[in-house]
């Protein structure tokens, strides 16, 4: 635990590599494409919540993986933004699962620690291409659902992109009390 507060106090940053390949704004919407890398990441699976009873179990765990709560008890500092990805239903609401995903750092991606919880699993994924917009504050699940609709409006007729899935990425530090930086990240198709 004094692992984890002290990576997420004074911990490096590693920012997710991506590349702008387009940006739009739309039905006062700001938006823009990116092509975003792939690579290792440490997940966590939850089931049967509500997203924002799902994240206060997911987000603990892949914080403590990262600040050292593995085989090696390396605190390899964080990367931005955090993922989590939601599977919306028809009506735009969230099914009661997620999946957190956090981008493991650069200098750890040929040999990641193996994560000491068994609920933390190490994936490789290949890299996306999405459609991202931002808004602040302290989000919670009707402030994803708001903003993936919007973006979807802005988007409609000029895109195209998966409908069974989105992520939602953080920025911040839970202790972070303004300037907060959140995003909506919808996959291209």
Not at 20 to 35: H, T
Not at 60 to 81: F, H, L, S
Not at 92 to 115: C, T
Request: one cysteine or more.
């Amino acid at each position: 635990m004094l692992g984890m507060i002290k990576n997420s106090l004074f911990g490096s940053v590693e920012t997710w590599p991506w590349q702008v390949l387009s940006k739009g704004d739309k039905e006062e919407v700001s938006y823009e494409e990116r092509a975003c890398e792939g690579g290792k990441f440490a997940t966590v699976e939850v089931t049967d919540k509500p997203v924002d009873e799902a994240l206060r179990e997911a987000m603990p765990k892949v914080a403590k993986y990262a600040g050292g709560t593995n085989d090696k008890g390396i605190g390899m500092g964080m990367t931005v933004p955090i993922s989590f990805a939601v599977f919306p239903n028809e009506d735009g609401s969230l099914q009661k699962k997620l999946k957190v995903w956090f981008r493991i750092p650069n200098q750890f991606q040929s040999d990641p620690p193996a994560p000491s919880d068994k609920s933390v699993k190490i994936e490789e994924r290949e890299g996306i291409t999405v459609y991202s917009t931002q808004f602040g504050g302290y989000a919670k699940e009707a402030d994803y659902v708001a903003h993936a609709s919007r973006l979807r409006a802005a988007l409609e007729g000029t895109a195209t992109y998966r409908g069974d899935i989105y992520f939602c990425t953080g920025y911040d530090p839970p202790m972070k009390p303004y300037g907060r930086r959140n995003e909506i990240w919808l996959l291209k198709t």
